[in-house]
């Protein structure tokens, strides 16, 4: 048994369980979403100290080197001091400009915010309610010029943060906003290799803003989107793909359905089944894969075995914490 001390108040931390799972125990107010170490939205810092280094996955070096990590990765070697970061160190305040629906259950939701140069189409960010509940959500556009991120939220069944805002959440509201986060992005270079992206439900968010940054930057190596879902009223943006299909020659849009009616002008089957069937050639191109994470790690897999390079594989698993 280790102690963890916050603010003059021990708490004790059991053997193999994590400084998250210890805190939740006691009741202490934690932010916290995925649990698995993507989401970051968990970070404290260790004072004194140097926390264990398998905590501190994924954290930049500045991060790192202020003793940050993340309490869902942290099973303590010895007692510990932490410090609970405030709010505003990590985190800013953005304005909804815009709320709509994409489809039936999927919120097209636009966020003005201040000093977004360096977040870039396909990273998330998480957004905190004012009550600290805290969730990642996928950046759908390039925000440079408009100063305005996009997030595509469907609405999960009793799901607390995409109900609230599906539910609640009005133009004019203000929503915290981190740093971006995750590597799921387009670099300019390599312009003339392909590249590869496939996403299931609101996996196309990341994928269309990864989509629109590429052809910006004026790729000229072929573009191919394979976007599912089991049924058709769970697609979005279907025309917009279709239209800018035609006015660039190098992309190729292919809206799959993987359930039993599929109207003339989808494909049949799952996007990664389809993208898998339809290319031959997987060595040097980039693949990008965006949404539900058994597709996400499957795919992943496949592409490795067919000749893509680990650096070259992008992914940006949805992870929904279990309740
Ligand atoms: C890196 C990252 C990026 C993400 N980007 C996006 C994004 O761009 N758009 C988006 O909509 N979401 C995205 N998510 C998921 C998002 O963060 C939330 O987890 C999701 O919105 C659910 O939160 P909630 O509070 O509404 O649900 P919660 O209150 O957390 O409840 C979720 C409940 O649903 C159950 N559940 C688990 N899987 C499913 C499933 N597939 N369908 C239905 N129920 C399920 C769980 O058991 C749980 O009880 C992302 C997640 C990560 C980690």
């Not at 070697?77 to 400009?97: A, F, H, N, T």
């Not at 636009?110 to 969730?135: H, P, S």
């Amino acid at each position: 048994m280790t102690q963890l001390t916050i603010d003059n108040k021990i708490y004790a931390c059991a053997p193999e369980e994590t400084v998250l799972d210890a805190l939740l125990r006691a009741e202490v107010e934690m932010s916290y979403a995925c649990k698995k170490g993507t989401c970051h939205s968990c970070m404290v810092r260790s004072i004194g100290d140097n926390p264990p280094e398998a905590a501190q996955k994924g954290l930049k070096d500045t991060q790192k080197k202020q003793n940050y990590f993340l309490a869902c990765l942290c099973n303590p070697e010895q007692d510990m001091q932490i410090r609970l970061p405030e709010q505003s160190e990590l985190y800013s305040q953005g304005k909804v400009v815009e709320n709509s629906m994409l489809n039936r259950n999927t919120l097209l939701l636009k966020v003005r915010c201040q000093d977004i140069q360096e977040y870039f189409a396909g990273q998330f960010v998480n957004l905190q309610r004012a009550d600290g509940l805290t969730r990642s959500y996928s950046i759908a556009n390039t925000p440079q010029e408009s100063g305005i991120l996009e997030f595509h939220i469907r609405a999960l069944v009793d799901g607390q943060f995409s109900s609230w805002l599906h539910n609640d959440i009005k133009i004019g509201d203000t929503i915290a906003i981190s740093e971006p986060q995750g590597h799921c992005f387009y670099i300019p270079e390599r312009a003339d290799e392909d590249l590869v992206l496939i996403g299931t439900g609101t996996g196309l968010a990341p994928l269309v803003g990864i989509l629109h940054d590429a052809l910006e930057n004026g790729h000229t190596g072929s573009i191919s989107l394979f976007h599912g879902s089991s049924v058709l009223e769970d697609l979005y943006r279907v025309n917009e793909m279709r239209e800018v299909a035609k006015k660039h020659a190098n992309f190729s849009y292919f809206p799959c359905i993987s359930g039993a009616t599929v109207p003339d002008g989808f494909v049949a089957g799952r996007a990664d089944a389809v993208a898998l069937e339809n290319r031959s050639e997987w060595k040097k191109i980039r693949l990008f894969l965006c949404g539900h994470p058994d597709m996400v790690n499957n795919m992943k897999m496949e592409g490795f075995l067919k000749g893509v390079a680990m650096d070259d594989i992008y992914t940006d698993a949805f992870e929904i914490a279990t309740k």
